[in-house]
């Protein structure tokens, strides 16, 4: 996840019933008086959640920060096969 421009301080990284949440805030650093066209970066609250599948242990989580991207590694959790579902015709 791209974080340039917000201290590792300011990130939240929680895990409740397998949904993965990273939350935090970037702040402006701008002078407000001055009016901007353009911004390419944007500022304020952000948050961001994933579903992961069942069985993820908390401890086997790691969260790295450098140069303004956060990584984050999961471990583990249960591998579910998939199944093809054939489509047939609409019954008469």
């Known amino acids: 996840m791209e ?3 917000v201290e590792r301080e300011e990130i939240e990284i929680t895990l409740h019933d397998n949904t993965l949440t990273i939350s935090g805030e970037r702040k402006s650093d701008l002078d407000e008086e001055v009016t901007f066209y353009v ?8 948050r961001r ?21 956060l990584e984050i ?19 008469a």
């Open 3 to 5: 974080l340039a421009g």
């Open 39 to 46: 911004q390419e970066r944007f500022y304020g609250a952000f």
């Open 49 to 69: 959640s994933m579903t992961l599948p069942a069985g993820i242990d908390e401890d086997r989580i790691d969260a790295y920060s450098d140069n303004g991207l």
């Open 73 to 91: 590694t999961v471990e583990g959790g249960a591998i579910v096969e998939s199944h093809r579902i054939r489509i047939g015709d609409k019954p």
